[in-house]
């Protein structure tokens, strides 16, 4: 209950009333369930994102170290509440600027949810793209851009494996055809299986796709590639119907680093006349 509320202090911004309960709630989850219980680690995370709030960076990281320790105690070194906690530490030491130490957190992060959960799952292309606003603070452009390439290249993987073009412009034709009709008749969208249970047929996961597409757009707007970077915009209109704008994103992406390297060639050895 303190732990609760203090959350909703926090969302106030009241961070000194939201501080003195999280400390009692911390003081009793220690007595009655001991120094190493997950939810003692639960409870230092929210402190550190309450002193993280704060901007008291140095004592965040102590206190997300200290749940990180417990969560490896508890669960072992291999499991997502261990990357959910490498997630937060490197957050909060991107703050501070130690980049060095962020990429070791989330590099890490990664290879435990791609274990865990597999390669597809969701906190994965998150936390990638955590890794990416470090990187882009750095101004590491090409390391950036590759992990965007990462992300398509998966999802064009999966798209090749899950069904044939032609199966996947006929699904989203009946899907088209399904709202149309829903619409005239008054009904609300979706499908609804034997249980009665609410589910959505979808392309692979172009939410994902179409965020990195225009990510990727941004990036080479930031290097001057305009025309490349309209070119993946456009692709991200595309994503969510054409089972190609991967694969035609991927394709401009390679098109442009060959320019990129050509370029570079003609200034590193000019030609003579």
């Given at each position: 209950?303190?732990n609760?509320l203090?959350?909703?202090?926090?969302?106030?911004?009241?961070?000194?009333?939201?501080?003195?309960l999280l400390?009692?709630?911390?003081?009793?989850?220690?007595?009655?369930?001991?120094?190493?219980?997950?939810?003692?680690?639960?409870?230092l995370?929210n402190?550190?994102?309450?002193?993280?709030?704060?901007n008291k960076f140095?004592?965040?990281?102590?206190?997300?170290?200290?749940?990180?320790?417990i969560?490896?105690?508890?669960?072992?070194?291999i499991?997502p509440?261990?990357a959910?906690q490498?997630?937060?530490?490197?957050?909060?030491?991107?703050?501070?600027?130690?980049?060095?130490?962020?990429?070791?957190?989330?590099?890490r992060?990664?290879?435990?949810y791609?274990?865990?959960?597999g390669?597809d799952?969701?906190n994965?292309?998150?936390?990638?793209?955590?890794?990416?606003?470090a990187?882009?603070k750095?101004?590491?452009?090409?390391?950036?851009?590759?992990?965007?390439?990462d992300?398509?290249?998966r999802?064009q993987?999966?798209?090749n494996v899950?069904?044939?073009?032609?199966?996947?412009?006929q699904?989203q034709?009946?899907e088209?055809t399904?709202?149309s009709?829903?619409?005239?008749?008054?009904?609300?969208?979706?499908?609804?299986?034997?249980?009665?249970?609410?589910?959505k047929?979808?392309?692979?996961d172009?939410?994902t796709?179409?965020?990195?597409?225009k990510?990727?757009?941004?990036?080479?707007?930031?290097?001057?590639?305009y025309?490349?970077?309209?070119?993946?915009?456009n692709?991200?209109?595309k994503?969510?119907?054409?089972?190609?704008?991967?694969?035609?994103?991927?394709?401009?992406?390679?098109?442009?680093n060959l320019?990129?390297q050509?370029?570079?060639?003609q200034q590193?050895?000019?030609s003579?006349?």
């Open positions: 209950m303190l609760i203090a959350l909703v202090y926090r969302d106030q911004s009241k961070f000194k009333e939201a501080g003195a400390n009692d709630a911390l003081a009793i989850r220690e007595k009655t369930l001991g120094p190493d219980h997950p939810t003692v680690a639960a409870t995370n402190l550190a994102v309450l002193y993280g709030k704060r140095k004592e965040a990281v102590g206190l997300c170290k200290r749940a990180l320790d969560r490896e105690k508890c669960f072992g070194s499991h509440d261990v959910k490498l997630n937060n530490l490197a957050l909060l030491c991107q703050n501070q600027g130690k980049y060095d130490e962020v990429e070791s957190y989330y590099r992060a990664i290879e435990i791609t274990k865990t959960l390669i799952d969701p994965v292309a998150k936390t990638k793209n955590n890794l990416v606003s990187y882009l750095q101004g590491k452009y090409k390391e950036a851009e590759q992990i965007y390439i992300v398509l290249t999802a993987e999966k798209e899950s069904k044939p073009s032609g199966m996947l412009l699904q034709q009946q088209d399904q709202k009709q829903q619409s005239k008749n008054g009904t609300t969208g979706g499908n609804y299986d034997a249980q009665g249970g609410w589910y047929t979808s392309l692979t172009h939410p796709v179409t965020t990195t597409l990510n990727l757009s941004l990036l080479y707007r930031r290097q001057g590639k025309e490349a970077a309209e070119a993946l915009e692709c991200a209109v994503a969510r119907k054409d089972p190609q704008a991967t694969l035609q994103a991927l394709n401009i992406v390679k098109q442009t320019n990129t050509q370029q570079q060639q590193t050895h000019p003579t006349s």
